[in-house]
């Protein structure tokens, strides 16, 4: 039996950890979760994470975790081969943990609200104030890239995987700028062209779509 993930393919914390499992060459029983029909509201989902959020990854022998990032780093410690993608060298996976709560406060955070007024509310407009967190965002990347090829240093890992999906996200609605921000530019290219991230790419069409079609963008 594989372990299970309920999720949805345009999610970026589902897609960080779909992109993290195919690195893993793991397989997974994919079920999706779709809000419209409340279905991260029943007692059947609550029971397995009281917090009403995807990804939750349910293992082979019921135990379940929640959280992209937790989710992710559970992965590679149970599953992977070897521990390049999140070293247990104590300062690299510092700066790992560092990306990924990053990633998680100001990143994800504000995209997050940035889609729910667009796809909940109905807005057709970025909220300005959420926009210039996104940009600011993508000026603390692109200081973390400075010199690196790969967010946490000379090599891929989870901190890239993560990133990536919410970035290219973001990049989608709130264009990075190549002339200010170069390396988070070539960055995004080059997680793209990741055969992982390739394999997940649908998911960040279908977002990227969704919030394009509510603003009213050019496709
Ligand atoms: N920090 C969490 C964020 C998870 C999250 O907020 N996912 C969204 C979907 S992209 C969600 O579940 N939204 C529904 C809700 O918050 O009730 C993670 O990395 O897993």
Same mark, same amino acid.
């Given at each position: 039996?594989?372990?299970?993930?309920?999720?949805?393919?345009?999610?970026?914390?589902?897609?960080?950890?779909?992109?993290?499992?195919?690195?893993?060459?793991?397989?997974?029983?994919?079920? *999706?979760? !779709?809000? &419209?029909? #409340?279905?991260? /509201?029943?007692?059947?989902?609550?029971?397995?994470?009281?917090?009403? +959020?995807?990804?939750?990854?349910?293992?082979?022998?019921?135990?379940?975790?929640?959280?992209?990032?937790?989710?992710?780093?559970?992965?590679?410690?149970?599953?992977?081969?070897?521990?390049?993608?999140?070293?247990?060298?104590?300062?690299?996976?510092?700066?790992?943990?560092?990306?990924?709560?990053?990633?998680?406060?100001?990143?994800?955070?504000?995209?997050?609200?940035?889609?729910?007024?667009?796809?909940?509310?109905?807005?057709?407009?970025?909220?300005?104030?959420?926009?210039?967190?996104?940009? *600011?965002? !993508?000026? &603390?990347? #692109?200081?973390? /890239?400075?010199?690196?090829?790969?967010?946490?240093?000379?090599?891929? +890992?989870?901190?890239?995987?993560?990133?990536?999906?919410?970035?290219?996200?973001?990049?989608?609605?709130?264009?990075?700028?190549?002339?200010?921000?170069?390396?988070?530019?070539?960055?995004?290219?080059?997680?793209?062209?990741?055969?992982?991230?390739?394999?997940?790419?649908?998911?960040?069409?279908?977002?990227?779509?969704?919030?394009?079609?509510?603003?009213?963008?050019?496709?």
């Amino acid at each position: 039996m594989c372990p299970t993930l309920y999720m949805l393919a345009a999610s970026p914390p589902c897609r960080a950890v779909l992109i993290t499992a195919h690195a893993l060459g793991l397989t997974l029983d994919k079920k *999706e979760v !779709y809000f &419209f029909r #409340d279905e991260h /509201l029943t007692p059947e989902y609550q029971k397995l994470n009281p917090q009403r +959020t995807i990804p939750t990854l349910v293992d082979d022998d019921g135990f379940a975790i929640w959280d992209s990032h937790a989710i992710m780093a559970y992965l590679v410690s149970k599953y992977a081969k070897n521990d390049s993608l999140y070293p247990q060298d104590l300062k690299k996976r510092a700066i790992i943990n560092q990306r990924l709560f990053f990633e998680s406060s100001a990143v994800f955070f504000h995209m997050k609200n940035i889609a729910k007024a667009i796809l909940n509310r109905g807005d057709k407009f970025i909220d300005p104030e959420e926009k210039q967190h996104i940009i *600011e965002a !993508y000026g &603390f990347l #692109d200081k973390f /890239l400075e010199g690196k090829e790969w967010a946490a240093g000379d090599s891929i +890992t989870l901190a890239d995987y993560s990133l990536v999906t919410t970035f290219s996200c973001a990049n989608g609605v709130i264009p990075v700028d190549f002339d200010v921000f170069p390396n988070v530019f070539a960055w995004l290219d080059r997680c793209e062209d990741l055969p992982e991230c390739r394999a997940s790419r649908k998911g960040l069409k279908e977002a990227t779509h969704m919030l394009k079609v509510r603003l009213e963008m050019k496709l």
